[in-house]
């Protein structure tokens, strides 16, 4: 004896089948998602110096901007820009601890248009300038050595260090 074939039209028709069929596709669905949302957050972990906005980060994940902002937040729990947010500011830390950096290098790296904005940014989430910043939280690893003659200066990038 054969075994009884459902047709899409039965199926629709038996709501035990039909709910199977609509789990059993959200599931992939849902796993397809986690797959495109892990591969944006393991970019911005091996690339911390291209912070992608949320339409970037969008087309890398094969989404519209709305429907990825909607998966991430289900996924992670939270929104993407506030994932990057914490990111972003250890970054900017990090940046602003080397002198021989300019601001507006540091701005251009982490994604700011304007050193203006970056500036405007900074001082809302540190209560300081970028300047300000800098000369609160100089530490003595990071002083300019006088001392040395540029020819033990080594560029590293678009920066120069002390060897």
């Known amino acids: ?13 038996h709501p035990a089948l039909a709910e199977s069929n609509k789990s059993a596709h959200q599931l992939i669905v849902d796993q397809k998602h986690k ?9 911005i972990g091996t690339n911390k110096d291209i912070f ?3 339409d970037a980060a969008a087309r890398l994940a094969m989404m519209s901007p709305q ?12 929104t ?9 500011v250890a970054r900017v830390r990090e940046l602003l601890a080397d002198p021989m950096l300019s601001i507006k290098f540091i701005s251009a790296t982490v994604g700011f248009k304007s050193a203006n904005y970056f500036s405007s940014w900074c001082r809302n989430v540190f209560g300081l300038t970028p300047t300000e910043y800098r000369a609160a939280h100089s530490s003595p690893a990071y002083q300019i050595r006088e001392d040395l003659p540029k020819s033990e200066m080594k560029p590293i990038g678009a920066a120069l260090t002390f060897h």
């Open 1 to 13: 004896m054969e075994p009884l074939k459902h047709t899409k039209d039965q199926r629709a028709d």
């Open 52 to 54: 992608l906005d949320r």
């Open 35 to 43: 797959l495109l949302v892990d591969r944006v957050i393991a970019h």
């Open 67 to 78: 429907h990825f902002s909607k998966v991430f937040f289900k996924i992670t729990g939270v």
């Open 80 to 88: 993407y820009s506030d994932y990057l947010f914490p990111l972003l």
